[in-house]
């Protein structure tokens, strides 16, 4: 996959800004579970995910993981260079969730070129507009969706990502991506097993009943 055809913005610059970019672009691989963008160092750039997977989240006081949205293959993640948009100020995390590779154009050669191209600018402000639509979504959910109901919603995303009824994801992914305990979790998949919804093997979920899951969701935005 090659990076002109994931930074969309690429037909907009100049041939100099192109060959710019193209010298401080460079690939980094990143192993499952390794945090890659840490709030309290200056910010990379941004990322485009040539292969695998990063997930982008907050952790509460009392250390519960929140997921606020994931970068899928093929995706750019425009938040690991937020001190480059003045009017954003949002620490996250962010987390490579299966082994990853990224391409990377540094904060400072992007700046520069922002600086010469509104459109750079405009694309990076549209793509964290959009990432925190997602983020929204996830407040939403977390305000007034019962943990029952986000982990039904969940089973039923992931369902469809996965194109399949037999779901790969421990419990422990689920109450990360959720922003609930394991414990809770894991009581809850119990519920559901016992009322012929799912049936759980280490690490995959299958989904017996999807009407019924269906049914356990009462707030839908």
Known sequence: ??????????????????????????????????????????????????????????????????????????????????????????DILIEAVSDTEVYLIPSKQLNNVMEENPKVGLYIYKSATEK???????????LFMKVDERIANFILDETTKQNSNIIKVTQD??????GSAREVVSRILKYFVSEGILSLKRGQIEVLDKDKLKNMIKNEF
Do not use: H
Request: charged fraction near 25%; include cysteine.
């Open 1 to 90: 996959m090659d990076y002109i055809t994931l930074f969309d913005f690429w037909k907009d610059l100049s041939k100099t800004q192109q060959q710019t970019l193209s010298a401080s672009i460079y690939e980094i691989s990143f192993e499952n579970g390794r945090i890659v963008n840490d709030f309290n160092k200056s910010c990379k750039g941004i990322f485009a995910v040539k292969k695998g997977e990063l997930r982008a989240f907050i952790v509460s006081p009392e250390g519960r993981e929140i997921t606020l949205y994931k970068v899928l293959e093929g995706e750019v993640c425009v938040l690991a260079a937020s001190c480059l948009m003045d009017s954003i100020a949002f």
């Open 132 to 142: 925190f639509t997602k983020v929204m979504w996830t407040m939403q959910q977390l």
């Open 173 to 178: 992914e689920i109450a990360k991506q959720i």
